[in-house]
C-alpha cells in the first residue's frame, strides 16, 4: 500500500474538499493543522506528495516548508501548493476553487513522478 499524501492546511472547507477529491481517487490522507504536527507526520510517513495551503497556520505556509525543508530526507520532499505560490519557493500550484478534474490529474502526475 501507497503512503499517505500529507494535508497541510487549517482551513476546514479546504481540507474537506482535498480529502473528499482526493478519496474518490483512492488516496489516503494525513491531516497536519500546524508546522510541528507536519514535519511529525512527513517523517512518519515520508508521503509523495506534500499538499500544503501558504495561507494555513495564519498565512504560516513558509515557516512550514522551511521546517520540512530542514528535515534530514528533505530531498524526497514534493509539494503542491493550494491557491498561491509562496515567493522564494518553485513549487507548482493548484488554484484554488479547485478544479476536480484537473487538481486530481495533477496529483496523480506527481505522485507517479515521485515513485518511478
Not at 494535508?7 to 489516503?28: F, M, N, S, W
Given at each position: 500500500?501507497p503512503a499517505?499524501?500529507l494535508l497541510?492546511?487549517?482551513?476546514l472547507?479546504?481540507?474537506?474538499?482535498v480529502?473528499?477529491?482526493?478519496?474518490r481517487?483512492?488516496?489516503?490522507?494525513?491531516?497536519?493543522?500546524?508546522a510541528?504536527?507536519a514535519?511529525?507526520?512527513?517523517g512518519?510517513?515520508?508521503?509523495?506528495l506534500?499538499?500544503?495551503?501558504p495561507?494555513?497556520e495564519s498565512?504560516?505556509g513558509?515557516v512550514?516548508?522551511?521546517e520540512?525543508?530542514?528535515?534530514p530526507?528533505?530531498?524526497?520532499?514534493?509539494?503542491?501548493?493550494?491557491?498561491e505560490?509562496?515567493p522564494g519557493f518553485?513549487?507548482?500550484?493548484?488554484?484554488?476553487?479547485?478544479?476536480?478534474?484537473?487538481?486530481?490529474q495533477?496529483?496523480?502526475e506527481m505522485v507517479?513522478?515521485?515513485?518511478?
Amino acid at each position: 500500500m501507497p503512503a499517505p499524501l500529507l494535508l497541510v492546511d487549517d482551513d476546514l472547507a479546504t481540507i474537506a474538499q482535498v480529502k473528499r477529491l482526493l478519496a474518490r481517487e483512492g488516496y489516503e490522507m494525513v491531516l497536519a493543522t500546524n508546522a510541528a504536527d507536519a514535519v511529525i507526520a512527513w517523517g512518519h510517513h515520508l508521503p509523495p506528495l506534500v499538499l500544503i495551503s501558504p495561507r494555513g497556520e495564519s498565512d504560516r505556509g513558509r515557516v512550514v516548508l522551511e521546517e520540512l525543508r530542514s528535515h534530514p530526507d528533505a530531498q524526497l520532499l514534493h509539494v503542491l501548493l493550494l491557491g498561491e505560490t509562496i515567493p522564494g519557493f518553485g513549487y507548482p500550484v493548484a488554484p484554488l476553487p479547485l478544479d476536480a478534474e484537473t487538481f486530481a490529474q495533477t496529483v496523480h502526475e506527481m505522485v507517479r513522478g515521485t515513485t518511478s
